[in-house]
């Protein structure tokens, strides 16, 4: 390889026909190739280090339409990839210099990726996001009484907005208690669950206030029930409104905790 050439991981997985991704091309437009050691297989594509290098990719992670783009076609990859067998996906943005490191990675962490594997297979996870439900708007203010004077109006305002905020602060509070129960009954249901950061406003384009961003692991034979499950949710509580996503390749549920690991 070129010094101005890396290779981009998407994924590994135990092992894979070469066959199965020629013809393919990954992030950068390059194309797909199987990197192999340990008995496991790296899927890799070539990128142009002068983008893709860690410098580069520091200033082109701010520019969102260069991020999309490439989250896409990182996830196109890792999706068939996943078709074809279980794959632990790469984090976005891994990128090593030659074929030999990436061989050395597999080698050296072979036990991780074995585990991860195990753990997968036969596994899809999917998402569900809880969002507060805007409320009707506030009834208009009733006039205030005949001969009560600017005094008497400005404390009937007073008291009105007290009793507004303290109503609206009730139902945010039974919105959230909602979206810990959902999520706990749907953990319940998985075979692993996770909890991310609720995504903002301005990314999720969604009128409500996300209030559980969560990711479940599930058998795939049990994908139908968990749907039932987040249906049957929804009518319980209508207060928030529940959005259901996947398949997906298991992303959440690919990392090793390190200190778990050692202390078992």
């Keep these: 390889m070129t010094e101005d050439v890396g290779l981009w991981l998407h994924a590994v997985t135990r092992e894979l026909d070469p066959a199965a991704v020629a013809g393919h091309t990954g992030v950068g437009g390059g194309p797909l190739r199987v990197v192999e050691a340990a008995g496991l297989a790296a899927v890799v594509s070539p990128v142009d280090l002068n983008e893709f290098g860690a410098e580069p990719m520091r200033r082109n992670l701010e520019d969102l339409a260069w991020l999309e783009t490439v989250a896409r076609a990182h996830h196109g990859v890792v999706d068939a990839a996943a078709r074809l067998g279980p794959v632990v996906p790469a984090r976005l943005g891994t990128v090593y ?20 594997l195990r753990r997968i297979a036969g596994r899809t996870e999917w998402g569900v996001k809880a969002y507060t439900v805007p409320g009707a708007p506030a009834a208009p203010a009733q006039a205030a009484a005949a001969g009560g004077g600017r005094a008497g109006a400005g404390a009937a305002y007073l008291r009105r907005r007290r009793a507004e905020l303290s109503a609206g602060e009730q139902r945010q509070q039974a919105a959230l208690d909602s979206a810990e129960e959902v999520h706990a009954v749907l953990a319940g249901c998985a075979e692993a669950a996770r909890r991310h950061p609720p995504q903002d406003r301005s990314l999720s384009a969604e009128p409500g206030l996300m209030l559980l961003n969560g990711a479940y692991l599930l058998d795939s034979a049990r994908a139908e029930q968990f749907g039932e499950t987040v249906a049957a949710l929804a009518d319980r509580f209508p207060a928030i409104r529940l959005q259901l996503t996947g398949p997906w390749p298991p992303y959440s549920f690919t990392t090793i905790d390190e200190e778990e690991e050692a202390s078992r």
């Design 97 to 116: 210099l030659d074929e030999a490191r990436v061989r050395a990675v597999l080698t050296e962490r072979r036990a991780d990726f074995v585990t991860v």
